[in-house]
């Protein structure tokens, strides 16, 4: 703790932070255009100068850390005056496009000229001409650009593309794509999100609206379990009473959160519905008779309790494979460690300094973990450690070891890697025993994983402070994956290792906890809600009886992080909700958000109302939202399981994996975002399948054939193919392994 | 001392306007009065004043020119708003007040932006470029304002007559004898684009992880920030861009993409750093390169006489790949002899002498017969211990018998070495007869602990004293005692410091009767390298220094033989890694024109790097403002003892990123424009 004062007043610094975090965390006004909280400083605009008692001139607060007893100046007639002339520096040349540009009105050139009362040019600079940049979803007018770095920043240290990089040539300097001609990334657009000013913007918005037409609506991101705050930015579109306005564009409180591409440019996915008594009346119908009702977990908490009581009321039995996947994973893990939730949290990864990333591809399957690696990597030099049977090249630049496994041997992986980094651990007997008896030549030939590299991975692990392994789906909807888990288990409970479960979907986490998963053995009469069905509802695929998609409705999640979080309606729905459906069949609510305090508290929900739950970050950036689950005590009564054979799987081997920025059935109808459907593979799959760059293919599945284009993807290695699911309406990532065995076919070639 | 016309540098406040040319005052400073052998220089333009030689200086071109300067180099900046802008808005009015339309409030204007470039820019390069123009526009205010009075423009405002050259530098820059760009490479770990800064480094430093570990960073006691608390940890904070391209499995960040062969071959002899970084420079420019190396693995002393706990051979190999990706040719197992240089230079369009200095000298005691057993040069010692350590290459039977050894490693269980050094190569020495699990390491030293922490570093020594070695000071060895030729004691006299009554510097004096005798199994000279020169045709009478290496004129790195190129210890004498990549990049510059036009050339860059040396960048009186003293030096963690002392371990962790993050926020980017007009 470092005492210092600003301005005579005294003032308390932690170790490592800087006078400009001071300050603002006592209330002071330091002007700044390029600070950005989550980033290393940039230190391009110099307007954050303040004077000390201990120099000469004046220092920068937004990369000085204080020293004990230094009196600090923030607003001295000096510091005015040079910040002023910052200022018209910012102004010479400025097109004067305020009254078209996208960012008027929410711009901090603006604000700051206003604030430094710059009403005309005071310096002049020759002209330049310059031309507008179109980088598909992003287009970058150079000339609006004032060079402040945040995007180049942002994009290496939180997302770890590092597609941009800044051109030097003093005044002609200019963001340019990094060593590229074009924008080659992943297009999440926290680059647009974090620009001061108009120079990055979102193309499909560009000239669409003013910022000041534009009604917020916080709300919590549909796509995948991470939970993250997002603004749903809406306007009217027509004159007339009662039109339901449009979602123009999606923003978030970028100094704090960061949002992938699909929460960014993937909100258009709302649909509408009418009134019609006769469809509810067939609902209603189909659900009383009905043997089970089957549903996804692109779910509200609410509604799934809904579900849960209708269940109990008529009995019948309630199907989501994916989160009884989850519900029974979390189950095996709790009977061990005697918890319903894991230790880690998305913040925690970005804290550790070692990292091991397990079964999953984390790029596609959850970006926020992706972000949260790339910070750690970045700011705390973490060791990564990623395991998994394919290689992800957007994960190079922060993976420091690639373990390759082969396709299934998870349960001997885990095994082994517990056995590695409990070595020396006070452990009882009995799992002493385990670890001793496992075969370690069966299990590493298998797995094709060497003693070598579990000991590096040891090694790396060592020295580090915090430390988080990250379990990715491939493990939660494997065969064995109740033993996985009490595998993992005993890391986290006996190692410093948190871990991080990623729910395969939305509100996975929140359906395993409320709702009880019957197995899906299919039967006659089932009703499907966002999922297959002899009568369907929802608003994925084409239901009999449209319901609200989850940007229309009110409600919370739970995140992976185990935090219940509220999102709201952006755009109105005209039609039924499972509320009225509800209300028909007997239960009594009058709105869905009547069930938020009614979530089970035995499962850690506290009973908060909706509308006392915050959604929002503080100013100094402390999350506000919701709130976190209580993590309560279960039995102890789990039993590790003897590792039997590992399976082996040959052949042609797809992989359920979806593009970046593509999630589920919401995803792929919105307009902005690129929508591949192709099957991809290395070189070496198709030689192994037989099959050619450009070839249609049947693909022959345990369950079900599907018809797509083989394309090379020179990123990939190796015998595995990358299959999507997100275009098949209603299936999800997760109800079973990821891997499997297919048949392909040449379309064409069949004789 | 500088015969001058005018001059404001560092402070100094000379004007001979008008004066007789007999009654000029002189500039205290090495100012660049010739700019090359052709041409006597007109101006001098800098970051802390303006010095003229030549009354008819046409200043307000020379402003405008210096401002025109900061543009163009301000690939280096180009960072801050005040810089970039400012910069332009300088050059701006200053052109046009030069070419006759400028305004009197054209020069408001100028006085105003340069103070808040002064006050607020990112680097040193913003903040200083108004110093010299603002001394122009003071000390000859009427040239200014004739132009815009008259709205003519300035006497040479239209003449191409003048040649303006200038150059980037820094005081750490300019104290490193490779001159790497380290605020660049620094700002490359602050923003955590460690790509960045590992091509940074690579552009005049191809060794990132050898110069991150093992140099004794000449740069760290020039830096800037000494004036105001403690040097930046420079040295260290090249590792973070060497380990990102390594822990990452990238290929090879080079500093620019190898140009297509240019159908030119050069030969280069040694494989250490100096032979390495010519080679990888060479290859650069699309020069075919060959590298002769006698022992049978790459780099050097770097790889054969420091030893593992000091510079992993992992993390050397590192570089050694770099330089092998550009294609370079390694011939490994090869002593070049006199018939093959006759050879190369029909076979090759030059070549590159780089074999260091890899003789140990005697110490000059009585009874100092190689033949001794237990007599073992340091050279041949380091060699044994770290071709075993890092190659698993074992000591040959012969030599075990040589050298008295158990088996075939150097295991000196229950054995006594005495050491007689004081400098790295003995460190060396007693620190690897430690992890030999020797039972008495003693070092001889003939001076004092200070100067030995001179010679070597502060945690050198200290690691030293820790894992056990003995240090006796102001001690020297008379004579050896042997049986039968197999070395038996050391007769060692001990010395004081005397102080000369006529204030001169105190002399090493022997004190009577304080000599005593010091068993021991081994002795180990490592007092200095010579060089090994036989590989050199006595026919071609090349030129040697009087310490009998290699002369060149200490810039192109000629030999008195034409084509025949010396860099490294092999021309210096022993002295540090980075003065032979230093060397061998200038070298391998020039050697990558002489191939192609015959002709010995320096670059203009290549010029100034040397008038500024000569000047010396680093000013340690200046006052420094604009940031906050007390901010400590990061130290990266070590070993203990216990860990280190009986294994190879690298005794030093590096930097967690938070220690390297804390240090890069430390520096201040110390970027410099210089420029001579001639």
Redesign the interface.
Known sequence: MINFTINGQNVTALKGETILQAARKAGFYIPTMCYLEKTTPCASCRLCVVETDKTDGFILSCQTPPTEGLAVTIDSDALKTERTNIMRLYNVNHPLECGVCDKSGACDLQNKTLEFGISSQHFSAKEQHRTIEHWGLINYDPSLCILCEKCVHVCNEIIGDDAIELKFGGYKSSVIPKNSDTLDCTFCGECIAVCPVGALVSSNFQYSANAWELTQIPATCAHCSAGCALTYEVRHTSNTVGAIPKIYRVTNDFEHTTLCGAGRFGFDFNVNGTKDPKMFAKAVAAIQSATAIRFSSLITNEEALILQKLKEKFGFKLYNEEARAYQQFMNAYGSMCGKTGCGGTLEAIKQSDAVILLGGRISSDNPAVRYAVTTAARHRGAKVMYMHPLEDELLQNVVTQYVKYEVGTEEGVVAMLAKTLLEGCDLSNEIREFLDELDEGYLCAESNVGDEEFSRIAKSSLRAKQKTLVIGSDLLSHKRAENIARLCALIEMYTDFSIVVVAPSVNTVGVSLICELDTDIGGANIVGYNAEGDFTMGSLGNPELLLPSLNSQEGTFVSMNAQVLPTNVAVGFDGYTLNDIANALGLNAQYTIDYTPQLPRDKGFNGTPFDDLGNFYTALGEDRRGYILKNTDVEINGVLEEINDLPEFNGTVVYRCNPINQFNGYTAQTKQLEKDATLRGSTQFAAAAKIADGDKIRIEFAKGVQERVFVIDSTLKGTVALVPTYDVALGSLGEQYRFEKVKIIKMGSES | MSKVYFSTWRGEQINNIGKADDAWEKSAYNLPMEYNEYASSKAFIGWDGVALFDPEVDVVRLATEYAAQ??VY????????????????LY?LLDKIARGEGSMSDME?LR??S??MQ????CEIGKTVPNPLLDLMTHFESEFVSCIENQKPSKHYHLEDISYIAKITAPCMDACPAHVDIPAYIEGV????FD?SLMATRQTMPLAHTCGRVCPHPCETECRRTNLDEPISIMELKRLGADYET????GFFHPAEKKPSIGKKVAVIGAGPAGLTGAYYLALEGIDVDVYEELPVLGGEVAVGVPEYRMPIDKYNQDIEAVRSLGVNFITNTKVTADMMRQFENDYDATLVATGTRISKKIYCDNERPEIQGYWGAIDFLDKVNLQVKYNIMVSEEDQKRHMLPSDFVDLSGKTLVCVGGGFTSMDVVRCAIRSNAAKVVMLYRRDEATIIKNTTYEEYHEAVEEGVEFIFHSAVAAIKDENNVLKSLIVDRFELVADPNGGRPTLEKIEGASFELECDYLIPAVSQSADLKLLPSEWEIEMTSWATIKTNGKDYMTSRRGIFAAGDCEYGPMTIVNAVGQAKRAASVISRYVQSGEITLTDDEIMEDHLRRLKVYNKKE?????????PRQHSEVLTVEERKDNNREVK?GF???E???EA?RCMRCYYIAMVAY
């Open positions: 900061y543009q301000s690939e280096a900046c180009g960072r801050c708003a005040p810089g970039r802008w400012g910069g332009r808005i701006d204007h105003e932006v103070k808040t006050e607020t820019s990112k602050r923003d955590l684009r960045d822990d990452h499995g990238f006052k420094i403002k604009g940031w906050l003293p007390g901010l962790y967690t990123q938070e390297a993050l804390a926020e």
